[in-house]
C-alpha cells in the first residue's frame, strides 16, 4: 500500500527530530568529555580514589576544566588517575598545584578537585604528574566515630557513677552538699576570710597614709630629708668618728701604760713595788704630822703670850669682817 504524502511528511519530521536529539545527545556528551576542543593530559597517584569513574568532572577553583579519563592500578597501594584537562586552563595550574578527590555535593558524584598552589612556581605541562592528597574514607571516618562513641559512653558511666555518689553523700563534694555542718563551716571560714581581707586592706591604706607622711618635715624622717639637717648629721657623724678615734688613742696610750706599770717600767711601779721607799715615805709623813702637831702648839702659846695677843686680836677681827 503506497504511503500517503501526511505519512510520509510525519515520517520526515520523525527522523528528523530523531537526528536533532542525536546532535544534541553527542554534542553534549562530547562537549563534557571535551572532545570538541584542544585538551592535554594531566595525572595524579591516589592510594584509594574513593569510587572515581572515568568521565568523572576535575575542577580547579570551583570551575570544571576536564574529566577523568583514566584510571590504572599501578600496585596494591598506588592508583594513577590521568585527567583529560583544556588547554587554556593550563596557563592557571602551577605544578605545585594538589589534586584531591572529593564530591559533588553531599550525595553527588566523586570529581577531582585541583587545588591551587603558592603560585610561585611555573606552569605544568602536558603529561606532568601533580601532588594530590588521599581523600578521609568513609570506614576511617565510621572507625574514627566508633571509638569517638566508645568513649564518650565510657566517659558518660563515669558521669553518672560521679553523680550518683554525690547525690549520696559520698566524697567530697557529696560531704560538702550534704553535710550541713561542713557546709556552715565553710561559710564561716570564707566569713573569716572576708574580714582577714578587709583588715588586710585597712592595713595597707595605714601603711600607704605611714609611706606618704614620710615627706612631712614635721616627722623624724621628713626631717632627715631636710638637706641642711642631713648636712648637719653628717656632720655630727664625722665628729663622732674624730672623736671615736681620739678615744681609741687615749685608751691605746692608757694601755701602754698599765702595760708598763705591770712591767715594772716607771715611777708608780716603783712606788709601789718598793717597800722600803714605802716605809720612808709612811716615817717622813708621821715626822710632818709631829712638826704640825708641834707648830700648832706653839701658835696656840704665841696667841696667850701678852707681847703676840694684839695681833692675833686684830687677825680675829679682820676675818670677822671678812665674813
Known amino acids: 500500500m503506497e504511503k500517503t504524502t501526511s505519512e510520509k511528511i510525519r515520517l520526515g519530521l520523525f527522523v528528523i527530530i530523531g537526528l536533532s536529539f542525536f546532535v544534541v545527545a553527542i554534542y553534549f556528551i562530547g562537549s563534557k568529555q571535551q572532545m570538541f576542543g584542544k585538551t592535554d593530559h594531566l595525572s595524579a597517584v591516589f592510594n584509594n580514589v574513593g569510587g572515581l569513574q572515568l568521565g568523572n568532572n576535575v575542577r580547579f577553583s570551583g570551575i570544571n576544566i576536564g574529566s577523568v579519563r583514566e584510571i590504572k592500578i599501578i600496585n596494591d597501594t598506588t592508583i594513577n588517575v590521568d585527567m583529560q584537562i583544556e588547554k587554556s586552563y593550563f596557563q592557571y595550574i602551577k605544578k605545585d598545584a594538589i589534586a584531591s578527590i572529593g564530591s559533588d555535593g553531599l550525595v553527588g558524584s566523586v570529581i577531582i578537585n585541583i587545588i591551587p598552589g603558592k603560585g610561585i612556581e611555573s606552569n605544568v605541562v602536558a603529561g606532568d604528574i601533580i601532588k594530590s592528597v588521599n581523600r578521609i574514607r568513609t570506614d576511617d571516618m565510621m572507625s574514627t566515630l566508633n571509638v569517638t562513641n566508645q568513649n564518650a559512653a565510657r566517659l558518660t558511666a563515669d558521669l553518672l557513677k560521679i553523680t550518683n555518689d554525690i ?49 612631712n618635715k614635721n616627722n623624724v624622717i621628713g626631717v632627715l630629708k631636710d638637706t641642711v639637717v642631713a648636712n648637719k648629721i653628717k656632720k655630727v657623724v664625722i665628729n663622732l668618728n674624730q672623736s671615736s678615734e681620739e678615744i681609741n688613742k687615749v685608751v691605746t696610750n692608757l694601755n701602754a701604760t698599765i702595760l708598763n706599770i705591770k712591767e715594772g717600767k716607771g715611777a708608780i711601779n716603783y712606788l709601789a713595788n718598793d717597800q722600803k721607799l714605802v716605809k720612808q715615805i709612811d716615817s717622813t709623813m708621821s715626822n710632818i704630822n709631829e712638826a704640825s702637831k708641834k707648830l700648832n702648839e706653839n701658835l696656840e702659846a704665841l696667841k696667850h703670850n701678852w707681847f703676840f695677843r694684839g695681833y692675833f686680836k686684830k687677825m680675829e677681827k679682820q676675818n670677822a669682817v671678812d665674813k
Open 167 to 215: 547525690n549520696n553523700g559520698n566524697g567530697t563534694i557529696g560531704v560538702l552538699l550534704r553535710d550541713s555542718t561542713m557546709s556552715n563551716d565553710l561559710k564561716e571560714t570564707i566569713h573569716n576570710l572576708k574580714l582577714t581581707s578587709q583588715k588586710t586592706t585597712q592595713t595597707i591604706d595605714n601603711l600607704n597614709t605611714q609611706i606618704a607622711s614620710f615627706d
